[in-house]
Nanobody, 126 residues
């Protein structure tokens, strides 16, 4: 079992920054694909950013590329999402997710993840 706990959400003005953290339980953290997703009211959960299975390669959605940065600290079992130049359209609940299957190199769909955090609200005001 893997438990994921997000933190760092909040209210910020457009153009501002936030850093989300996701602390994971378990000794195999470094072998998981870790990703961030978000879900706005009335919309489907969408991919934001993720590490590949090697823990080095990263993927980003086009909407956040160049503004958001995913990073991880394996010693702390934590993955981060640095969000800069925030826009009102970034407003959503942000979820951390883990794919522990080791069946794929990259995971961009919510269906490919088997563990989820509870989510943290990010609100960007205009």
């Amino acid at each position: 079992q893997v438990q994921l706990v997000e933190s760092g959400g909040g209210l910020v003005q457009a153009g501002g920054s936030l850093r989300l953290s996701c602390a994971a339980s378990g000794r195999l953290f470094s072998s998981y694909i870790m990703g961030w997703f978000r879900q706005a009211p009335g919309k489907e959960r969408e991919f934001v950013a993720a590490f590949s299975l090697n823990g080095i390669s990263t993927s980003y959605s086009d909407s956040v590329k160049g503004r958001f940065t995913i990073s991880r600290d394996n010693a702390k079992n934590t993955v981060y999402l640095q969000m800069d130049s925030l826009k009102p359209e970034d407003t959503a609940v942000y979820y951390c997710a883990a794919d522990s299957s080791r069946k794929r190199f990259k995971a961009l769909s919510p269906r490919e993840y088997n563990y989820w955090g509870q989510g943290t609200q990010v609100t960007v005001s205009s």
